[in-house]
């Protein structure tokens, strides 16, 4: 009996994520850099990417985490690839992120072609997307024309929700960045590649609320398997645990979003997705249904014009690390 109630409250998401999707774009367009550059800016981005996958495929995961970690903050503006003290790169959020490397190479050879013409933060849009299409993901259109923003601390990385924030503390802090729940869970599916560390679910493996034990919410014999391979106790390194299922953590599929259902979602907040009441029927829509790929480069392009700086706001970095 509920699900013509749950269908309408689908169809609300759906129409909501993408009106939302394509009003909020600003001065942004397609083809930004058509005729401003002598080379394709966007083959240079893609190639470079291209060339990283074939060596290093978590790049996927580390350009996802960088564009969201970046554009939550202070909007899609490369404050987070800014060096210094007490800048968003040294926040502890931002501790894991990785792919920095990666925009410098982009933006080095972007230099070369057209001297400051395309920003560090387009560098970010447009290498996640093409990262995601050669993951299996979504091949999607991004639209180009942000500006690099002048200022990054590191207590603005507070805005980012922790990995064992409470879903109704998620949805609250999405909802100050102008996202609903459904595009919380859609955008949560970026974990499909993710990739965190034991140090932080070792509560739910060992000590879950103080108890000595572990978190009843996790599957008994994935705790098992995590603790006597992944993590075990009193490590000598902190390992790398993936937030998927082992057959497809490099892919960007809908995988994620079974594993929760399996009670197999590795930070507190992915399983916490599919429990509570408010978004659990999310995760089980985008678990048994093929709507995850559209459905996420849709969240990913409104994440991409969050905040932007357009126009005369902003600069156009030299060097992505610094401002001009």
């Known amino acids: 009996m509920q699900r013509p109630a749950r269908s309408a409250a689908l169809l609300a998401a759906l129409v909501v994520l993408l009106a939302s999707a394509a009003s909020c774009r600003g001065q942004l367009a397609n083809n930004y850099y058509a005729g401003k550059c002598n080379a394709s800016v966007e083959t240079i981005i893609h190639d470079a990417v291209k060339a990283r996958m074939v060596w290093d495929r978590r790049i996927v995961a ?3 985490h960088m564009q969201f970690h970046d554009c939550f903050v202070a909007g899609c503006d490369a404050s987070l690839l800014l060096d210094g003290p007490n800048t968003e790169k040294t926040a502890i959020q931002n501790g894991q992120l990785f792919g920095y490397d990666l925009i410098d190479e982009i933006k ?4 070369q072609a057209c001297p400051g013409v395309v920003s560090c933060a387009d560098i970010i849009i447009a290498a996640t997307r093409d990262a995601v299409g050669m993951a299996g993901g979504p091949s999607y259109q991004v639209q180009l024309g942000r500006r690099d923003g002048t200022v990054s601390q590191a207590w ?3 805005a980012l929700p922790s990995p064992s924030v409470d879903i109704p503390t998620a949805i609250n802090m999405f909802a100050k960045k102008g ?3 459904f595009d919380m869970a859609i955008l949560m599916g970026a974990h499909t590649v993710g990739v965190t560390h034991c140090s932080v679910i070792s509560d739910r493996l060992y000590n879950f609320n103080g108890t000595g034990l572990p978190d009843p919410a996790m599957d008994p014999t ?3 398997i995590l603790t ?8 000598t390194f902190d390992n ?4 998927d299922d082992p057959s497809s953590i490099l892919v960007v599929d809908k995988s994620y979003y079974q594993q929760i259902i399996n009670r197999r979602g590795v930070l507190a907040v992915d399983q916490a997705l599919g429990d509570h009441s408010s978004t659990a029927w999310m995760v089980n829509f985008l678990a048994t249904t093929d709507f995850f790929p559209s459905m996420f480069s849709y969240a990913l392009n409104k994440l991409a014009a ?3 700086k357009t126009g005369t706001n902003g600069e156009i970095r030299k060097n992505c690390r610094s401002t001009n």
């Open 240 to 243: 790398i645990v993936f937030l």
């Open 108 to 111: 080095t050879e972007l230099e």
């Open 179 to 181: 996202f609903n729940s």
């Open 222 to 224: 994935y705790v098992w």
């Open 228 to 235: 006597t391979f992944a993590c075990p106790k009193n490590p």
């Open 62 to 64: 580390g350009l996802l």
């Open 156 to 158: 603005m990385a507070g």
């Open 306 to 308: 969050l905040d932007v």
